[in-house]
């Protein structure tokens, strides 16, 4: 099994930045690919970025060139820095790997 753990949402005013966290425990020796999703109240859960063990990186155009993905294999976490936030990225923003779901993190952003 794969524990996920998100941290780093909060409330941010339109144009500012967050850094989300994935801490990934348990069976990780196996793990490859790593994504975020986001889930927008009334909406469908929608894929946001991916990172592959390389550190190859595939993002949804929605977000390119304004948010990155990186990843700490030493630390076994997955990173998603947001710049240029706007309202429209207010979601739960989730990681996902090989079937497992963390639990989300909420990011709001005001206008």
């Known amino acids: 099994q794969v524990q996920l753990v998100e941290s780093g949402g909060g409330l941010v005013q339109a144009g500012g930045s967050l850094r989300l966290s994935c801490a990934a425990s348990?069976?990780?020796?196996?793990?490859?690919?790593i994504s975020w999703y986001r889930q927008a109240p009334g909406k469908q859960r929608e894929w946001v970025a991916a990172i592959g063990s390389g550190g190859s990186r595939s993002y949804a155009d929605s977000v390119e060139g304004r948010f990155t993905i990186s990843r700490d294999n030493a630390k076994n976490t997955v990173y998603l820095q947001m710049d240029s936030l706007k309202p429209e990225d207010t979601a739960v923003y989730y990681c996902?790997?090989?079937?497992?779901w963390g639990q989300g993190t909420q990011v709001t952003v005001s206008s």
């Open positions: 996902f790997t090989k079937g497992y």
């Open positions: 348990g069976s990780i020796f196996s793990i490859n690919l």
